[in-house]
């Protein structure tokens, strides 16, 4: 699914997304929803039980200014 689709699915929650694609520039473009939650600790929880793919945590909604993301 394009990440673009994903995000407009899952308004307002953390994601945690199996890369399937990606652009000239390393963004994700196309990939598969691993776990969903409003809750950023659950999908912490479910990154530490992945391994050996290309992974993705994106929220998807507005980033609160007093709010801080590391690239």
Do not use: C
């Not at 394009?2 to 994601?15: A, D, M």
């Amino acid at each position: 699914m394009q990440i673009n689709e994903i995000l407009k699915r899952y308004k307002n929650e953390w994601l945690l997304i199996e890369v399937k694609k990606f652009d000239e520039n390393w963004q994700p473009v196309e990939g598969r929803v691993l776990t969903h939650s409003k809750d950023k600790s659950e999908i912490y929880k479910a990154l530490m039980k992945t391994k050996g793919k290309n992974l993705a945590i994106e929220y998807a909604g507005e980033i609160p200014e007093d709010v801080a993301i590391l690239i």
